[in-house]
């Protein structure tokens, strides 16, 4: 099983940014996923989680600007980040609550794509 995320890079002004994350193997179900980050020299956060049913929470800090989604036949969460700051400068990773085929269920995470915002 492997995540991969796509979509990163400079945002300048405020500008808009899409996520992906597609997982792809010997995948049975999926049920949670997430958008999590980390800034240069701080922990790891979460910014937003969806349930397999669209069931969403987000970090206050970027509540009413990004917008997490999942297309559950392509096996794919998606994070629309809007107004983006500064401070919305990290590596942005996704993971997943997957039970493969041969009955394992555990968490997965991507590499991670980075996204750098501008002021």
């Known amino acids: 099983v492997q995540l991969v995320e796509t979509g990163g890079g400079l945002v300048h002004g405020g500008g808009s940014l899409r996520l992906s994350c597609e997982a792809s193997?010997?995948?049975?179900?999926?049920?949670?996923m997430a958008w999590n980050r980390q800034a240069p020299g701080k922990q790891v956060e979460l910014v937003a989680r969806?349930?397999?049913?669209?069931?969403?929470i987000y970090a206050d800090s970027v509540k009413g600007r990004f917008t997490i989604s999942r297309d559950n036949g392509k096996k794919t969460v998606y994070l629309q980040m809007t107004s983006l700051r500064p401070e919305d400068t990290a590596l942005y990773s996704c993971?997943?609550?997957?039970?493969?085929?041969?009955?394992?269920?555990?968490?997965?995470w991507g590499q991670g794509t980075k996204v750098t915002g501008s002021s």
């Open positions: 993971n997943a609550d997957i039970i493969s085929y041969s009955g394992i269920q555990r968490d997965y």
């Open positions: 969806i349930s397999r049913g669209g069931t969403t």
């Open positions: 193997g010997s995948i049975f179900s999926i049920y949670d």
